[in-house]
């Protein structure tokens, strides 16, 4: 075995760890939170104008 072959093997796992750790870090950031709360809040948002109980109707 050469030694690129050997330094390649350890830098895959190795580059591959760190990115996968950096997404979980960007993602679950504080600085993200906000973001992430209001799109999970998005489906309670009650912006249609019609009464409880209308059906909707279709054009």
Do not use: C
């Not at 050997?6 to 996968?20: A, E, K, S």
């Not at 993200?32 to 019609?50: G, H, I, M, P, R």
Request: glycine letters at 8%.
């Amino acid at each position: 075995m050469d030694i690129i072959n050997n330094l390649r093997g350890v830098l895959t796992p190795l580059l591959g760890i760190v990115l996968f750790l950096g997404i979980v870090k960007w993602v679950y950031g504080r600085k993200n939170k906000q973001v992430y709360e209001e799109a999970a809040n998005l489906v309670f948002a009650d912006d249609d104008d019609s009464e409880p109980g209308d059906t909707p109707r279709h054009r």
